[in-house]
């Protein structure tokens, strides 16, 4: 079993920056594949970034590549969502999940993930 809890959302105008991370309980996440997806309002949840357990593979969505980076911290059980160039439409919750099957494959599919967190709401000011 993993609890995941994020942290680190808030309120900022365009152009600016927040961290974004999520603190994993469980003895085994160091061999989890993690990754990030976000909900808007009357939106479907939608992937955002992906990394593998050694941290050799990355992958992001097409709408935030260049200006989010995902990375990971498996002694300190954690992944993070450093966000850069922060525009309104990427206002919306974030979630982190995890993927206990430990190949990086189908990342972008939300089914693949088997533990969610409960988000953190992002909001990006014009």
């Known amino acids: 079993q993993v609890t995941l809890v994020e942290s680190g959302g808030g309120l900022v105008q365009a152009g600016g920056s927040l961290r974004l991370s999520c603190a994993a309980s469980?003895?085994?996440?160091?061999?989890?594949?993690m990754g990030w997806f976000r909900q808007a309002p009357g939106k479907e949840r939608e992937f955002v970034a992906a990394i593998s357990w050694t941290s050799a593979s990355t992958y992001y969505a097409d709408s935030v590549k260049g200006r989010f980076t995902i990375s990971r911290d498996n002694a300190k059980n954690s992944v993070y969502l450093q966000m850069n160039y922060l525009k309104p439409e990427d206002t919306a919750a974030y979630y982190c999940?995890?993927?206990?099957?430990?190949?990086?494959?189908?990342?972008?599919?939300?089914?693949?993930?088997?533990?969610w967190g409960q988000g953190t709401q992002v909001t990006v000011s014009s």
């Open positions: 999940a995890a993927d206990s099957k430990s190949v990086f494959r189908s990342v972008v599919v939300a089914t693949e993930y088997d533990y």
């Open positions: 469980g003895r085994t996440f160091s061999r989890y594949v």
